[in-house]
């Protein structure tokens, strides 16, 4: 069963860090680029960040990029993202997500989305 | 940056009703498109990539179509268990994605 499983999240004081961990399972986890997406209460998605199956490309929003740093280790199939200098507006519920490519033959291209998410672990920065 | 605006932001709808959800970016975006669905406390789940294929699995209802800068979500005969958030999605060559803020789907 392909699985993403996320963990870390908690309560952290504004300023503080926090390092979430996300282990995949069911799938060969080196093949596919990963993104983080978070929600914050009652609120929409947001994407944060993504890294390339190799971990040497790394993509992050405006709002988060200098605080927040996205890696993965292969050999364990995990994926993490390092979260410092936590604001208020930081807390949410952080998933992450596989980026799969779909290969299409008319424009021999591939699209990507994101096509299995985790359960979600939920960080709250707050004094 | 791309911006995502999304209409309506909800609607409510009766069993049977044929339901459209609009797209529009900021500026022209190909085909790098993806609609979400995203039920009451749930996981989101991917619907439709490439604007207008359908993920494995999901029901036929559902479509997907546009390019550029508009694209268009719809729902073909609205069933009680599509009470949910729907998101659109685009993204860039350089895999930097944005969300579209949401429509609320309810039933009447």
């Known amino acids: 069963e392909v699985q993403l499983l996320e963990s870390g999240g908690g309560l952290v004081q504004p300023g503080g860090s926090l390092r979430l961990s996300c282990a995949a399972s069911?799938?060969?986890?080196?093949?596919?680029?990963m993104s983080w997406v978070r929600q914050a209460p009652g609120k929409g998605l947001e994407w944060v960040s993504t890294?390339?199956?190799?971990?040497?490309?790394?993509y992050y929003a405006d709002s988060v990029e200098g605080r927040f740093t996205i890696s993965r280790d292969n050999s364990r199939n995990t994926l993490f993202l390092q979260m410092n200098s936590l604001r208020a507006e930081d807390t949410a519920v952080y998933y992450c997500a596989t980026v799969s490519g779909f290969w299409n033959d008319e424009v021999s291209s591939y699209y990507y989305a994101m096509d299995v998410w985790g359960q979600g672990t939920t960080v709250t920065v707050s004094s | 940056d791309i911006q995502m605006t999304q209409s309506p932001s909800s609607l409510s709808a009766s069993v049977g009703d044929r339901v459209t959800i609009t797209c529009r970016a900021s500026q022209g975006i190909s085909n790098y498109f993806a609609w979400y669905q995203q039920k009451p406390g749930k996981v989101p789940k991917l619907l439709i990539y490439?604007?207008?294929t359908l993920q494995s699995g999901v029901p036929s209802r559902f479509s997907g179509s546009g390019s550029g800068t508009d694209f268009t979500l719809t729902i073909s005969s609205l069933q009680p268990e599509d009470v949910a958030t729907y998101y659109c999605q685009e993204y860039n060559s350089a895999l930097l994605f944005t969300f579209g803020p949401g429509t609320k789907v309810d039933i009447k």
């Open positions: 069911g799938f060969t986890f080196s093949r596919y680029a």
């Open positions: 890294i390339g199956v190799g971990g040497g490309n790394t």
């Open positions: 490439a604007a207008s």
